[in-house]
């Protein structure tokens, strides 16, 4: 018996409309003013959507940031980049994968990054929220290099290791290197590349 696809009606629709048109306005607000100075009537003035609706669809200034954050990170497929880095059969390789990865999270969504290192200072659920992130991205590297340890220089262990690729790809280096130094990405990319194969890995 076939199966009926699971179509969204015309009410879901347009709710994921207007989510998705609160989230663009709130993404820019938040760009442009930072978090804590973006207000719900400020999104609600961007959106051209009342802000009762806002708090209907969302509950909170906290749940616009995590929504903007998981649609962006949806198109990015993280999980699997980092499975192809790590399964590369050249190592070096694979680190330049994962360098790919990380100048492209940083060029889609750094504003996101930004916005959301601002409010967990303030907000305890981006905060708890932000810590998940970290500590997901860092197992997810720590796979990795556990995946390529024969292959690591003999100065690191696999735990310095992870602490020097939690180093390298600080967004505030990026921001350092192409927001206000002027690099171009693709130089990030190849710095960022170069730096973690001459850290951790023994060249055969």
């Known amino acids: 018996m076939a ?17 998705e048109q609160i989230g663009r306005a709130a993404r820019g607000l938040f760009a442009e003013r930072g978090y804590v100075a973006t207000t719900i009537a400020a999104i609600a003035e961007a959106a051209d959507i009342p802000a009762p609706t806002i708090y209907s669809a969302f509950g909170s200034k906290a749940a616009i940031l995590q929504d903007i954050a998981h649609r962006v990170v949806a198109h990015l497929e993280v999980d699997r980049h980092h499975e192809d880095a790590m399964h590369n059969p050249d190592p070096a390789a694979g680190l330049r994968v994962a360098a790919a ?8 969504m750094y504003d996101v990054l930004a916005t959301y290192q601002e409010a967990a200072r303030v ?7 932000q810590r998940i992130v ?10 990795h290099l556990t995946a390529i340890s024969s292959r690591l220089t003999p100065r ?4 310095q290791a992870v602490d020097i690729y939690v180093a390298l790809v600080l967004p505030e280096i990026y921001r350092t290197l192409v927001i206000e130094r002027g690099w171009t990405p693709d130089r990030y990319e190849t ?14």
Do not use: C, M, Y
Request: net charge positive.
């Open 123 to 129: 907000d305890p659920q981006i905060d708890r929220a």
């Open 134 to 143: 970290l500590a997901n991205r860092e197992r997810a590297f720590r796979r």
């Open 101 to 108: 990865l990380q100048r492209r999270q940083f060029e889609i």
């Open 191 to 204: 710095w960022l590349g170069d730096s973690l194969i001459d850290q951790l890995l023994t060249l055969k």
């Open 156 to 159: 690191v262990t696999v735990d």
């Open 3 to 19: 199966t009926v696809p699971n179509v969204p009606t015309h009410r879901q629709r347009q709710a994921l409309a207007t989510k």
